[in-house]
Structures are given as C-alpha cells and as structure tokens.
C-alpha cells in the first residue's frame, strides 16, 4: 500500500463538500470501500515509480544582491547540451522564465508555493534550445504565480527596470524582459496568458512575441488555464525573436493545446521584404483607454505612418469587440485559473498530454500552507474565480467559452481586409514602484491596469509581436503588431520593417549615454 487512504473523518468532510448526507456507519463503511478502489491508485504509483525520471545534477548559483541589481535572476546556470542538433542558437545567453522548467534547477514561479520544488524534466523549449547551441544561463523572475502585469509581486521581491531603477519591468515575464533590455542575455524565453510577455517587453524597450495559440508547446511550463496558456520569445531584435521561435515551434505530441498537424517555417526568411503594398489596419478601440496616455497614443500612431510612407496602405479600423473580448478574457482567466491553477494544482484534470506529477504534489502540499503568501493578484483570483465555479455554477465561464469564436470572427474579419492589425501594446508607460504597504485597491489596479490591449489575443489566439515605437519622456511606449493564425511570419516581417525604417531600437545605454552627452 504507497498511496494514503482517508479515515471516516476524512471521508465525512469529503461527503459534505458534495453535499452528501452520510452517518457514522456510512462513514465507517465508505472508508472500507475506499480503502478497496486506491487499491488500483497504489498499482498506478508503482508502475509510475518505474519510468519516473530522475533529477539531474545541474548546478545553479543564487546570486548575492550586489550581482543582481535588477532583481530580475531567480538562480543563474550555465547549461549546454553536449552534443547539440544544429548551431542556430550557437553562442546565444538565453534566460528561462522561472515558471518553465529546467531540470534539477529550481523553480519558484514567483511564489512561495513552490519554493523548493526542482524539477525532473526539462520543458520542450528548453530541450530544444538546448539543442540548437543555446546556452542557459539562467531562470528568470516571474511575478507570483505568473499573475500580475507588473513587477512586484514576486516572492523574491520586486523586478526592477532597466530605464529607470525605481520603475517597474512589467510582467509576469519581468525577469526575462529586464535581463534582455539590460544586455545580460541575448534572448529569453516567456509566457503569456494576459500579456505576460508583451508587458515588459513593451515596458523595458525589447521585442516580445505571443506566438499563434499552439505554434509552441507549453510542455513543461507552469499552466494558468489551458485555453490562455502561451510561451514564446524575447529578444532585443525582431530577427532574434524570429530565429528563436524557428527553434521552438512545432508539435511535440505531449501538449494539447496544440494541433496535431501544427506546421512551422523558418521565421528569419522573408523578414527583409518589407510593408510595401501591404495593408496594415489601425484598430480604433486599442487607443483612447480611460488609462491611457495620449503621448503613447500619438507614438504609435506616428510609428504606424512610417508604414505609409514605406508603401504600405494604413487605415483605420474599427473592432468593436476588441474592447467585449477583454471581459471575455477576464472570466475564462479568473474561473479558469482558480478551478485549474488553485484548485487543480496547476495541470487541473481532463486533459491528454504530459503531466508533471511530482509539481502537482508539490504544490499542492504547500497551496494551503502559503496561502497567506501569495499576491493579492492571485488572492483575487481565489476568491472571484470560487464564487464563478461554485455559486455560479461556472456558467459564466461557459457562457464566456461560447462567445470566444464571435470574439475571434470579430478580428478574422478585420484580418480579412488587412494584413496585420496594430495599436498600442499598453495603454502607458511604467509607473514607478509602489512602496510597501499599498492599500488593496491601488495594489491590484496597478499590477492589473495595463492589460487592456493585451489580454483579447490570449483568448482569441492571434499572434502579436510588440516592439517599441518610440520613447515618451525617456521610457519606452510599444506597438503591438497582431496577425492571422498561424500567420507569425507577416507580423515578424511587419516588426523588423519598422525596426530597420527607424534604425534599430534603442537601449538603456544608449539612453544613458544620450543623457551623458547632453548634460553640462
């Protein structure tokens, strides 16, 4: 007998979360019927103990506070593979976001939670990075359970960006997007559910990419709510952002988000032949938001004449349910992530694909212990996302999974008269860090205010590239590129258009420098 078996107590609190009535002798008696079908439940752990991976011996370094002035590394590593496929990624740093495993590398995913837990297998994009010569040098910080769009909600403490120290990075990728823009890695890799790589991308001055729902298998990355989960690239140049999904794209068999028949290309092909002759719409209702800054509105609207006048056609279109599908989003993330990620120990149940057992008992074993722990972010996810699956009956979700196809009719068909579609990435640039001691209200609102553009294409699906479009009073403002399924290929080539009509994106040293030079 490996598996534990419930006492009548046990059993009797089991009744009363379905509503069952049972006496005492019930109890007694369901223990004893119990104890009879885990027997099956002890045949599975042995059979599993057999083909469990074991964790490899990889070293990794936590870095003293001095070496880490951003915040932004969880460990550092230096991982390759001895005997890579190919050499695309040959020479290149690459950060891992600490909620995609690494095996025998710790993983915190920003939370308490899962402090502690090292994993026994590598995800599929780490596999195949480190197949094409990358290497690892890292985990990267992510915010507490991957839920919040900036940068202080993490366990290990606030991310800092590299523009301006006392800002924020952006999240839940903050880690990734700080390290990227401040030139200690060349590339990174992130996740996406609401934005989570758009966000600090957009916020630090680098290049993210929310690959095509499916395109990249999330096989061994921290699920949120498996209709919304997203991995993909940073990097500081579109053309790394494309050489970097070329080598993580594809099927791998074990993730069911995606299609069995997922097909890639090669992203860096094409990327040099311009907008000319393209039609590129601007979406009205991604600009004009109660939050946003009409210096980042005119940006990207300046951003996108520079099309025009590389021979692209601009217009302007209206997507009504651009502003609906957010709400959309917000009740498949919230419901979806207490019932999958809270209550499902992340993987959740019903699905095909690859598990990984030993996290889910992890986290479970310490969800309840650290409870008090965890960001005011996921604590309002706990509680709204409860209430939608038990009082609502997660009718609500249902109703909000229904309406994800007329959502996604309602940029397909924009998509049928333009190539790409673009607005701003977020609605402001980065707010300073809040101090210790925030009320609530002003807690969530900061970590959650700027999602409004982003979060749509998670549940829709589009791809969407940003890039910076320009700096508003010495901070980055980004432009969000958004394209056709499985069409990622147009949207990079949008992106490295703009990039090379502009001349290369600027850094925070080149901006520091800028300011050096300038001053008396």
Known sequence: MTVSRPDPDAIGSAAEHFGIDLSASDREEFAGLVDGALGSYDVVDELYAQIAPSIPDREHRVL????????????????????????????K????????????????????????????RDATVVT?????????????????????????TSASGPVRNPW???????????????????????????GDQGGSIRIPVAFCGVVGHKPTFGLVPYTGAFPIE??????GPIARTVADAALMLSVIAGSDGNDPRQPADVSTVDYTLGLDHGVEGLRIGVVTEGFGHESSQPAVDAAVRAAVQRFAEAGAVVEEVSIPWHRHAFHVWNVIATDGAAYQMLDGNGYGLNASGLYDPEQMAYFAGRRMEHADELSETVKLVALCGHHGTTTLGSAIYGKARNLVPTARAAYDTALEAYDVLVMPTLPYTATELPEA???????????????VNAAPLDVTGHPALSVPADLVDGLPAAMMIVGKH????????????????????????SARSRVALTSP
């Open 226 to 231: 498996r209709t919304i989960d997203h991995v």
């Open 93 to 120: 740093r690459v950060a891992i976001k600490d909620n995609v495993a690494v095996a025998g590398v710790p993983m915190m995913n920003g939370s308490r939670t899962l402090e502690g837990f090292v994993p026994s």
């Open 437 to 451: 001691g925030i009320d609530r209200a002003t807690y969530l609102t900061k970590a959650l205010g700027m999602v």
């Open 128 to 152: 195949r990075l480190l197949e094409s010569g990358a290497e690892i040098v890292g985990k990267s910080v992510c915010e507490d359970l991957c839920f919040s769009g900036s940068s202080f």
């Open 486 to 509: 499985f069409d990622d290929a147009t949207v990079l080539r949008v992106g490295h258009a703009y990039e090379q009509l502009v001349g290369g994106f600027p850094t925070p040293d």
């Open 64 to 91: 003293a506070e001095a070496e880490n002035p951003l915040g932004a590394w969880y460990v550092t590593t230096a991982i390759r593979s001895a005997e890579p496929v190919d050499d695309r990624l040959a020479g």
């Open 164 to 190: 301006d120290l006392g800002r924020e990075a952006g999240g839940s990728s903050s880690g990734s997007g700080a390290l990227v823009a401040n030139g200690d890695v060349d590339m990174a890799i992130g």
